[in-house]
T-cell receptor
């Protein structure tokens, strides 16, 4: 049973560029959430996808957008990258509505913006 | 404003010793509280999840307690091992108009030395 997988593991971009990060949820999970974690900080919620729609959104600008595919996998897109976007981007999955169950996190994608 | 505060920020203990990490929260309405272990540069891994009616929950050498009246939780690690070196994140789940919202603490950085 594969857990949550993310790709790529590491990425280096320059300011102004665009980036796409990918996530495959744990088998049987239909809800995907994305988080940004700066060094030494806790994860910050970006948004959540269920049934291919954005269901909730944190305090992130429109430069951050996402998509969920019919197979429940998801992408996070960030446009016009800033130095401050450098962080570990985490994807987490769970079954929609089962809030008493924990969500499972992927290993993350480390993004460095130069 | 929903907040989760963890203490101490960092902790260094000798291998084999016990330690206790603290989490205070002001999340309302409360749904559940989770403790995660996060190795450097990796995604968080769930240790325990407790609902309002649960006072304690164990996972091997990890024991979490919850006092919903005082809005405090602790994570006790027994007979620490070098592999316990990681960040421990307290996450509180609240519900807002049917949507679950997670509030993350900034974590306690635990270092076990031989």
């Amino acid at each position: 049973d594969a857990g949550v997988t993310q790709s790529p593991t590491h990425l280096i971009k320059t300011r102004g560029q665009q980036v796409t990060l990918r996530c495959s949820p744990k088998s049987g999970h239909d809800t995907v959430s994305w988080y940004q974690q700066a060094l030494g900080q806790g994860p910050q919620f970006i948004f959540q996808y269920y049934e291919e729609e954005e269901r909730q959104r944190g305090n992130f600008p429109d430069r951050f957008s996402g998509h969920q595919f019919p197979n429940y996998s998801s992408e996070l897109n960030v446009n016009a990258l800033l130095l401050g976007d450098s962080a570990l981007y985490l994807c987490a999955s769970r079954i929609y509505g089962q809030t008493r169950e924990t969500q499972y996190f992927g290993p993350g994608t480390r993004l460095l913006v130069l | 404003k929903n907040q989760v505060e963890q203490s101490p920020q960092s902790l260094i203990i000798l291998e084999g010793k016990n330690c206790t990490l603290q989490c205070n929260y002001t999340v309302s309405p409360f749904s559940n509280l989770r403790w995660y272990k996060q190795d450097t540069g990796r995604g968080p891994v769930s240790l325990t999840i407790m609902t309002f009616s649960e006072n304690t929950k164990s996972n091997g050498r990890y024991t979490a307690t919850l006092d919903a009246d005082t809005k405090q939780s602790s994570l006790h690690i027994t007979a620490s091992q070098l592999s316990d070196s990681a960040s421990y994140i307290c996450v509180v789940s609240g519900r807002n108009f049917g949507n679950e919202k997670l509030t993350f603490g900034t974590g306690t950085r635990l270092t076990i030395i031989p």
